[in-house]
């Protein structure tokens, strides 16, 4: 369904079991940052109704995320660290266009953000498929579910707003990026590390 052409490597979670601390904090600021993604995409285009209402529930959505993860962090009686650099979506970031219409931008940034759900799901899948901890398998097995319904949700407003862009040829594009970078990640307990 989503489309990625390399999968994770299950081993990676055995990195992420060394380090149960690390990837909870780095996870909880992925929401973060999604949830701010989201802002800034209602902010930047206030005149789309339907987007912004979408978009409303998925921001909500990932602040929720980001106080479960939260609230899994002090549980467990870790430390929430600061904010960590993601080399991953910074180097997605860099392939975007940055010419055309204001609506090829908007297509561009929310072809951006279904790649970032798209792998965050994939990964969310890997774990609680992999992790020994029950209850983590459980809480990834969750937000697995809830990443590919805002992937979904991301492409099709690219679609719907998409003026000289064709999608579906500019995603194979994003997927065939993707391909040639993840093989970079998944040697670090990070969400897309």
């Known amino acids: 369904m989503l489309g990625l052409k390399l999968a994770t490597d299950p081993r990676w979670v055995n ?31 206030s005149e789309k109704e339907e987007l912004v209402t979408e978009l409303m529930l998925i921001a909500k959505e990932e ?10 962090i002090k549980e467990r009686g870790l430390t ?10 910074n180097e997605l970031f860099k392939f975007m266009k940055k010419d055309g219409s204001r609506n090829d931008a908007l297509c561009e940034r929310l072809l951006f953000s279904a790649m970032i759900e798209a792998r965050s799901c994939e990964r969310f899948k ?6 020994k901890d029950p209850e983590l398998a459980i809480f990834y097995r969750d937000l697995m579910i809830s990443e590919a319904g805002h ?19 500019r995603w194979k594009q ?4 993707e391909t040639s970078i993840i093989s970079n990640y998944g040697k670090n307990e990070t969400v897309h590390g």
């Open 63 to 72: 602040l929720e995320h980001f106080q479960m993860v939260y609230d899994l």
């Open 15 to 45: 990195i992420v079991e060394s380090n149960i601390e690390e990837i909870l904090t780095d996870h909880a600021w992925c929401e973060q940052k999604a949830a701010s993604n989201a802002i800034s995409l209602i902010t930047q285009n």
């Open 80 to 89: 929430f660290g600061r904010e960590r650099k993601d080399s991953y979506v």
């Open 174 to 177: 994003w997927i065939e990026y």
């Open 126 to 131: 890997v774990l609680s498929e992999n992790i």
């Open 151 to 169: 992937y979904t949700t991301f492409l099709t407003f690219a679609r719907k707003y998409a003026d000289n862009v064709d999608v579906d040829k």
